[in-house]
């Protein structure tokens, strides 16, 4: 238990600490960011309990995006698996368990965000992260 929580407060704050260093930095492609942010899995319904949707203005319509995520730990835990997977026909990005999503169970994510040089979303300056 005791590694799983040190893991997990590494992943945040290691994620978190360049998710604010700007857009340019080197852990983020060019003309991009990453972005790092708690999902809370108010969604999941009895008819699809293995499915929660990541609702996020820079990840809908954006299938390039490359996203890792974390359980945050909770009594739900239940050691199943995860996967992140992008579905063309919402435009949205889904996290799916190998077990029961429980309603309100927590998620750590982190996303590699490339916006195209044709975008006509502009990063500012002074390298902050006006979307986030």
Aim: charged content about 15%; hydrophobic content about 40%.
């Amino acid at each position: 238990m005791k590694k799983i929580l040190i893991i997990q407060i590494i992943f945040i704050s290691l994620f978190l600490t360049k998710a604010f260093a700007g857009p340019n930095t080197p852990e983020a492609p060019a003309g991009g960011q990453v972005l790092a942010f708690v999902h809370k899995a108010s969604d999941v319904s009895a008819a699809n309990p293995n499915v929660t949707i990541l609702d996020h203005h820079l990840l809908n319509g954006n299938p390039d995006a490359i996203i890792v995520v974390t359980k945050i730990w909770s009594r739900y835990e239940n050691g199943t698996t995860l996967y992140v997977y992008y579905d063309p026909d919402t435009a949205r990005w889904r996290i799916f368990s190998t077990g029961n999503i429980w309603r309100d169970e927590e998620f750590n994510v982190m996303a590699s965000i490339h916006h195209s040089m044709g975008s006509a979303r502009s990063s500012g300056s002074g390298g902050t992260n006006s979307d986030l």
